[in-house]
């Protein structure tokens, strides 16, 4: 088992700046890609970044890449998402999730998720 502890969420305003972190316990942290995902009101989860186990490969969804920044600490545990750049479209709550067999952008690959946090971009 995995335990994952999203953090970092709140009411930002456009163009501001976020970090998100997610605090793993449980099973080796270096074995496991992680990544994040969003979901906001009325519709379905959707990938936004992840990182491979090495921290070598990441990856990106469209609308965030060059705003966002995936990284993970392997002393602290922890994965981060620094978010830049904010946009009102970002408003959603954002998970963090570790998969086992390589990092990937599908959901349902993902074997352990965290609970979420809530951010939300909004003037």
């Known amino acids: 088992q995995v335990q994952l502890v999203e953090s970092g969420g709140g009411l930002v305003q456009p163009g501001d700046s976020l970090r998100l972190s997610c605090a793993a316990s449980g099973r080796t942290f270096s074995n496991y890609a992680m990544g994040w995902f969003r979901q906001a009101p009325g519709k379905e989860r959707e990938f936004v970044a992840a990182?491979?186990?090495?921290?070598?490969?990441?990856a990106y969804s469209d609308s965030v890449k060059g705003r966002f920044t995936i990284s993970r600490d392997y002393a602290k545990n922890t994965l981060y998402l620094q978010m830049n750049s904010l946009k009102p479209e970002d408003t959603a709550v954002y998970f963090c999730?570790?998969?086992?067999?390589?990092?990937?952008?599908?959901?349902?690959?993902?074997?352990?998720w965290g609970q979420g946090t809530q951010v939300t971009v909004s003037s």
């Open positions: 999730a570790a998969d086992y067999n390589g990092y990937t952008r599908v959901i349902a690959n993902y074997d352990y």
């Open positions: 990182i491979s186990a090495s921290g070598r490969n990441t």
